[in-house]
């Protein structure tokens, strides 16, 4: 696409009219745009799809603008050294920084803080300076730190000194904390194998993962392992704040699961704790659910997490947690629904077809099939991707959204072998596995409904 006015021009002009959208909504509201000094607090808008639409665009429109101005060189000189952003989020976050000074508005000196998460204090203000020149924490004067809207996210739900007195719960309830351990422990070891797998590692190893943690087993029988329990509930707690990361309409308006008869079965199927189908059963308290995962998961995490989030739910027989392996047949005969949030990408075709023929197996004629997944998009133009955004940004509308997507795709390929699919990749595995696309409903998480053939 071409326009009479230059690039430059029109990405300021997106930057400038989108903060005149975002200030006149919050106006509209009563309450002011929120400061990158504060620490998060829940807002009004946090959730408008109006809203999220108009920054994804200045975001964007942002990233573009930099990405022109910049010399290469500078970029390259950004880019190539991202590990240490990785590193500096994994060391604050495991060593419990922001938890140190959550009730510090002020900010603590370098040398208290050092001496609280027990690290060098020399080598922690330039960790905290590294982060703080990346809007993560504030420098308040030298030397001094506190937290800011965007480190305040990695606050846990333990205090400081519960969070010392014992490692075992650290995660639980810390949805963002958790991610960052996931990524910047198990992700970032694997990624250190990186560039040696794709261009030396025999075919029959997977992933950097398994060239990294010298094991054949998959990511998940390597959780099962006595020695990564930690790890796994980090895992579960940070896939269950995933629940609470994509808005519910996301699921309880990407399937019309108002069609269904009363009482009719819902299976989540690789369910982790269960967070969607807590979504559901509160939408919909007239079906029955299944949570579906693999031992340790059911009998672990998910016990707790039905017991803290809605225990009646489990004793009154609306949902039933359930041990269940999806290579095996599936005991659940005849669903009314079969779904799945994020376990397609976990897992390359073959594989994916595998899990897809067990359910098809145990479906009746009328079961539906609803994979919740991201849509991979092209960087370029392409009719089946978003609708064009305005002039000159990239057709995935770049960081925001292409961004996220292909990150988490190398996520996928790092650990599992998986990937992020696009429509007609998702259409091709249902007709390999006897499921035909239906519709797909497009957002932060597609819905891809399927029907039995
Ligand atoms: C990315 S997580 C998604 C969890 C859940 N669907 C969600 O969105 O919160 C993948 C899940 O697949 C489960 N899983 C892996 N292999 C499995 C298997 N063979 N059978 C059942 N569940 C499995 C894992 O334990 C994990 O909970």
Same mark, same amino acid.
């Given at each position: 696409?071409?326009?009479?006015?230059?690039?430059?021009?029109?990405?300021?002009?997106?930057?400038?009219?989108? @903060?005149?959208?975002?200030?006149?909504?919050?106006?509209?509201?009563?309450?002011?745009?929120?400061?990158?000094?504060?620490?998060?607090?829940?807002?009004?808008?946090?959730?408008?799809?109006?809203?999220?639409?108009?920054?994804?665009?200045?975001?964007?429109?942002?990233?573009?603008?930099?990405?022109?101005?910049?010399?290469?060189?500078?970029?390259?000189?950004?880019?190539?050294?991202?590990?240490?952003?990785?590193?500096?989020?994994?060391?604050?976050?495991?060593?419990?920084?922001?938890?140190?000074?959550?009730?510090?508005?002020?900010?603590?000196?370098?040398?208290?803080?050092?001496?609280?998460?027990?690290?060098?204090?020399?080598?922690?203000?330039?960790?905290?300076?590294?982060?703080?020149?990346?809007?993560?924490?504030?420098?308040?004067?030298?030397?001094?730190?506190?937290?800011?809207?965007?480190?305040?996210?990695?606050?846990?739900?333990?205090?400081?000194?519960?969070?010392?007195?014992?490692?075992?719960?650290?995660?639980?309830?810390?949805?963002?904390?958790?991610?960052?351990?996931?990524?910047?422990?198990?992700?970032?070891?694997?990624?250190? #194998?990186?560039?040696?797998?794709?261009? $030396?590692?025999?075919?029959?190893?997977?992933?950097?993962?398994? =060239?990294?943690?010298?094991?054949?087993?998959?990511?998940?029988?390597?959780?099962?392992?006595?020695?990564?329990?930690?790890?796994?509930?980090?895992?579960?707690?940070?896939?269950?704040?995933?629940?609470?990361?994509?808005?519910?309409?996301?699921?309880?308006?990407? #399937?019309?699961?108002?069609?269904?008869?009363?009482?009719?079965?819902?299976?989540?199927?690789?369910?982790?704790?269960?967070?969607?189908?807590?979504?559901?059963?509160?939408?919909?308290?007239?079906?029955?659910?299944? @949570?579906?995962?693999?031992?340790?998961?059911?009998?672990?995490?998910?016990?707790?997490?039905?017991?803290?989030?809605?225990?009646?739910?489990?004793?009154?027989?609306?949902?039933?947690?359930?041990?269940?392996?999806?290579?095996?047949?599936?005991?659940?005969? $005849?669903?009314?629904?079969?779904?799945?949030?994020?376990?397609?990408?976990?897992?390359?075709?073959?594989?994916?077809?595998?899990?897809?023929?067990?359910?098809?197996?145990?479906?009746?004629?009328?079961?539906?099939?609803?994979?919740?997944?991201?849509?991979?998009?092209?960087?370029?133009?392409?009719?089946?991707?978003?609708?064009?955004?305005?002039?000159? =940004?990239?057709?995935?509308?770049?960081?925001?959204?292409?961004? #996220?997507?292909?990150?988490?795709?190398?996520?996928?390929? %790092?650990? =599992? %072998?998986?990937?992020?699919?696009? @429509?007609?990749?998702?259409?091709?595995?249902?007709?390999?596995?006897?499921?035909?696309?239906?519709?797909?409903?497009?957002?932060?998480?597609?819905?891809?409904?399927?029907?039995?053939?």
């Amino acid at each position: 696409m071409s326009s009479s006015i230059s690039p430059l021009a029109a990405l300021a002009s997106i930057i400038t009219s989108g @903060v005149h959208t975002l200030e006149s909504a919050y106006s509209e509201h009563g309450v002011p745009f929120p400061s990158l000094d504060e620490p998060y607090s829940a807002g009004p808008l946090d959730n408008d799809a109006a809203v999220t639409a108009t920054t994804h665009l200045i975001i964007a429109a942002a990233h573009q603008l930099i990405a022109t101005i910049r010399t290469p060189i500078a970029t390259i000189h950004d880019y190539a050294p991202s590990m240490y952003m990785s590193s500096s989020l994994g060391l604050i976050t495991d060593v419990n920084v922001p938890d140190a000074l959550k009730d510090e508005p002020a900010g603590l000196h370098v040398d208290v803080i050092g001496a609280k998460v027990n690290v060098d204090s020399g080598k922690l203000a330039r960790v905290l300076r590294y982060l703080a020149t990346r809007h993560v924490f504030r420098e308040v004067t030298p030397n001094v730190f506190a937290n800011n809207r965007i480190s305040s996210v990695l606050i846990k739900s333990r205090s400081f000194e519960q969070l010392k007195a014992d490692k075992s719960t650290k995660y639980d309830g810390a949805i963002a904390a958790a991610l960052v351990g996931h990524q910047t422990d198990e992700g970032q070891i694997s990624n250190s #194998f990186f560039i040696e797998h794709l261009r $030396d590692a025999p075919k029959d190893v997977e992933t950097p993962f398994h =060239l990294a943690f010298k094991t054949k087993a998959t990511l998940w029988e390597w959780y099962e392992e006595p020695i990564n329990r930690l790890r796994r509930q980090r895992f579960a707690n940070a896939m269950a704040g995933d629940g609470e990361r994509f808005p519910a309409t996301i699921f309880t308006g990407g #399937f019309n699961w108002n069609t269904l008869d009363a009482e009719s079965v819902i299976v989540d199927v690789g369910g982790g704790v269960g967070s969607v189908t807590l979504t559901l059963a509160k939408a919909f308290p007239q079906y029955k659910y299944v @949570v579906q995962d693999l031992p340790e998961v059911i009998d672990g995490q998910a016990r707790t997490y039905w017991e803290g989030q809605s225990p009646q739910s489990v004793s009154d027989g609306t949902v039933t947690l359930q041990t269940h392996n999806f290579f095996e047949p599936q005991p659940v005969k $005849d669903a009314a629904v079969y779904f799945m949030r994020m376990i397609m990408h976990n897992w390359p075709d073959a594989t994916s077809i595998t899990i897809l023929k067990h359910l098809r197996a145990a479906a009746a004629p009328s079961s539906k099939l609803v994979i919740f997944d991201m849509l991979m998009l092209h960087a370029c133009p392409d009719p089946a991707g978003l609708p064009p955004p305005p002039y000159p =940004l990239l057709a995935n509308l770049g960081l925001p959204v292409g961004g #996220f997507i292909t990150a988490i795709d190398l996520h996928m390929l %790092n650990l =599992l %072998n998986g990937q992020e699919r696009t @429509v007609s990749q998702f259409a091709a595995l249902g007709e390999a596995s006897g499921w035909k696309l239906e519709g797909v409903k497009p957002g932060a998480l597609a819905a891809l409904v399927f029907s039995a053939v």
